[in-house]
C-alpha cells in the first residue's frame, strides 16, 4: 500500500514556475515507478511526465516537453515536477501516480496508486 499526497500547487502569472512535491508513505518507495497527470474542467485526465524507480529514465508528454523536469529522491520518498514557462493551458488539477512496473507509462489506467491532486492556476 502506498499513500502520495501532493504540495505546491497554486496561482502562478504566465511564463512563471512551480514546483509540485508528492510525498509517499511507506518503504518501498523506491520500486515503483512514478508519473505526474493533470485534468482540467471538463476533460480527460492528460499524462503529463514519468520517471523510472531510480530515475535513470524519464519521459514527458508533448504539451510539457522541454519546461516541465520530473526528479525523484528515494531518500526522501518524494517525486518532483518543476514546471517552468507556464502557460494559461496548464491551468488544471496536478496528481502523482505510482505502479510497479514500466509497462503503459502513459495510461492512467494502468496506476495502482494516486494522491488526492494539487490545483495549479496560471493566469494570464
Known amino acids: 500500500q502506498v499513500q502520495l499526497v501532493e504540495s505546491g500547487g497554486g496561482l502562478v502569472q504566465a511564463g512563471g514556475s512551480l514546483r509540485l512535491s508528492c510525498e509517499a508513505s511507506g518503504r518501498t518507495f523506491s520500486s515503483y515507478v512514478m508519473g505526474w497527470f493533470r485534468q482540467a474542467p471538463g476533460k480527460e485526465r492528460e499524462f503529463v511526465a514519468v520517471i523510472s524507480t531510480r530515475g535513470g529514465s524519464v519521459y514527458y508528454g508533448d504539451s510539457v516537453k522541454g519546461r516541465f523536469t520530473i526528479s525523484r529522491d528515494n531518500a526522501k520518498n518524494t517525486v518532483y515536477l518543476q514546471m517552468n514557462s507556464l502557460k494559461p493551458e496548464d491551468t488544471a488539477v496536478y496528481y502523482c501516480?505510482?505502479?510497479?512496473?514500466?509497462?503503459?507509462?502513459?495510461?492512467?489506467?494502468?496506476?495502482?496508486?494516486w494522491g488526492q491532486g494539487t490545483q495549479v492556476t496560471v493566469s494570464s
Open positions: 501516480a505510482a505502479k510497479e512496473t514500466w509497462a503503459s507509462v502513459v495510461a492512467a489506467g494502468a496506476y495502482r496508486y
